[in-house]
C-alpha cells in the first residue's frame, strides 16, 4: 500500500529521501525560471521579477513563463494560462517558481488559489516573499489543501542552497524596496590602467567592448540612472541602453546631483534636456543625496544605478549610500578586471552578470513542449 502523506509529512519524507539533492529537473527548471525573470528585471517595478515553470510527471517542462510588468498576470498565472491555452492543463504535476505565490487579490487575483484549481502534486518555492504583510502566506495556504510545498531554504542538498540564493540575488531590490522603503544603489566605476576616472581627451569611455555590454545589461536593468553635472557637461551621455535590446517603451528617471541652489534649467543646458527627453529620460535634480534612496522610492523605482565622476562617487561613498560597487579596470592587455563588492548577502549584480544571454530572446529556453514564452 502506497504511504499517505500529510503536506508537511510530505515535505519531511522527502527531505529524507533526497536529503542528496534537488532532482535534476526541478534543479534545471529553476534556472529556466531564474533566466526568464531576468528578461524581465527593469519592467517589474514597484512588483519583483518572478519566474514559473510548470512539468509534468515525468519532469518535462510543460511551459516557462515570468512576470512582465505591475498589473499583468504574475508569473504563475500566466503559466498557467499558457498550459491551459496549449492543452497540457491535465499533465501539471511540479510547479517551480522563484517567489512564494502571492495569496492576496492585488491588481490580480492571489496565485495560491489558482494554484489549488489544478491538478498540480508539488509546488517548488525559490523564497519566500519578503513583504513583511505576505511573507509565508501563499505557502500556508498551499499547504492547507494539502499539496506538498518545497522551500529551497529548507532543503539541504547543494543545487537546492544554489537556486535559492540565485533566487535570493534576483529580488534583492525588491526585498530592499518593501522591508526598508528605499531603493536599491548600484555604483558604476570605470578605471584606466593607471586607477584614474577620467577618459581621455575626446573619449566618452576607456572599457572593453565586454565591460561596455555589461553596463548596458545592467542599464536595461534599472529604473533610474543617477549622475552629476560635470559628468552632463563634459561627457554629454545618453545613457541609453544600447548594446542590448532594450524593454520596449521603456521610461527611466535621470537624477541629477547638484548642492548648487539652482534649477534644473540652470545647471543643466537646454539642449541636453532635450536629448534625454527624447531618449524617455524623465529628469529629476536632488540637492541631497541622502534622500536619493527615499526619492527613488517615491517614484516606484526599484533599483537604480549610478554613472557619475570621482566627486559625485565620493559623496555616495563618504555617506555609505550604496549596496553593490562594481568597478571595471583597465588591464594592460586583454579584457578588464571587474570587481564587485557588496553590503548584502544577496546581490542582483552577480546574478546578472553570470547569466550573460538572458537579454537575448533567441537564447532563452527553446524547444519547451508547449512554450508560449513571448
Ligand atoms: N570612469 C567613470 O566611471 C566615469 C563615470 C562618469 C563620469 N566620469 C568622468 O568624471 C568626470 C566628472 O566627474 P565629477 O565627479 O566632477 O562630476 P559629476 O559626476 O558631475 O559629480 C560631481 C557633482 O555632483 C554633485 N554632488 C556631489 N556630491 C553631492 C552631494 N552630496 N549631494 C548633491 N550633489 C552632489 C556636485 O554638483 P554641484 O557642483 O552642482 O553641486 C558635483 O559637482 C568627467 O571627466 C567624466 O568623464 C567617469
Same mark, same amino acid.
Given at each position: 500500500m502506497q504511504a499517505r502523506f500529510s503536506s508537511d509529512a510530505k515535505t519531511e519524507h522527502f527531505k529524507r529521501k533526497e536529503e542528496v539533492d534537488l532532482p535534476d529537473a526541478i534543479s534545471d527548471a529553476f534556472s529556466y525560471a531564474i533566466q526568464e525573470a531576468l528578461f524581465y528585471v527593469g519592467r517589474t517595478a514597484p512588483n519583483p521579477p518572478v519566474g514559473c515553470v510548470i512539468l509534468d510527471r515525468q519532469g518535462k517542462i510543460l511551459t516557462v513563463a515570468a512576470h512582465h510588468q505591475a498589473g499583468q498576470l504574475h508569473a504563475e498565472a500566466l503559466a498557467l494560462q499558457q498550459c491551459r491555452k496549449l492543452g497540457c492543463w491535465d499533465k501539471i504535476y511540479d510547479v517551480v517558481v522563484t517567489l512564494e505565490p502571492c495569496n492576496h487579490t492585488g491588481l490580480t487575483p492571489p496565485c495560491s488559489e489558482a494554484l489549488l484549481k489544478t491538478p498540480v502534486h508539488r509546488i517548488w518555492i525559490g523564497v519566500n516573499d519578503p513583504n513583511p504583510n505576505v511573507y509565508g502566506a501563499g505557502n500556508e495556504r498551499i499547504k492547507q489543501d494539502g499539496k506538498a510545498v518545497f522551500l529551497l531554504k529548507d532543503l539541504p542538498g547543494k543545487?537546492?542552497?544554489?537556486?535559492y540564493e540565485k533566487c535570493n540575488d534576483l529580488i534583492a531590490p525588491f526585498a530592499k524596496f518593501v522591508t526598508e522603503r528605499k531603493a536599491w544603489i548600484t555604483i558604476k566605476q570605470a578605471l584606466n590602467v593607471s586607477g584614474s576616472m577620467i577618459p581621455p581627451k575626446g573619449n566618452k569611455t576607456f572599457t572593453s567592448f565586454t565591460s561596455l555590454y555589461q553596463v548596458h545589461q545592467l542599464r536595461r536593468g534599472t529604473e533610474a540612472i543617477i549622475t552629476g553635472p560635470n559628468t552632463i557637461k563634459q561627457d554629454w551621455p545618453s545613457f541609453t541602453v544600447r548594446h542590448v535590446s532594450d524593454h520596449i517603451g521603456k521610461e527611466r528617471l535621470l537624477i541629477i546631483c547638484s548642492k548648487k541652489d539652482q534649477s534644473l534649467e540652470e545647471i543643466?543646458?537646454?539642449?541636453?534636456?532635450?536629448? $534625454?527627453?527624447?531618449?524617455?529620460?524623465?529628469? %529629476? #535634480?536632488? $540637492?541631497?543625496?541622502?534622500?536619493?534612496?527615499? %526619492? #527613488?522610492?517615491?517614484?516606484?523605482?526599484?533599483?537604480g544605478m549610478v554613472e557619475g565622476g570621482p566627486q559625485l562617487l565620493h559623496s555616495f561613498r563618504q555617506k555609505h549610500l550604496w549596496d553593490e560597487w562594481l568597478i571595471f579596470r583597465k588591464q594592460n592587455k586583454g579584457e578588464d578586471q571587474v570587481k564587485l563588492i557588496s553590503n548584502h548577502q544577496a546581490f542582483p549584480t552577480r546574478l546578472l552578470l553570470s547569466q550573460s544571454s538572458f537579454a537575448n530572446s533567441s537564447k532563452r529556453k527553446k524547444g519547451v513542449l508547449c512554450s508560449l514564452v513571448s
Open positions: 543545487k537546492a542552497q544554489y537556486w543643466i543646458p537646454f539642449e541636453y534636456f532635450e536629448k $534625454a527627453r527624447n531618449n524617455n529620460f524623465k529628469i %529629476l #535634480l536632488c $540637492a541631497n543625496i541622502e534622500t536619493l534612496p527615499f %526619492l #527613488l522610492y517615491e517614484h516606484k523605482v526599484l533599483w
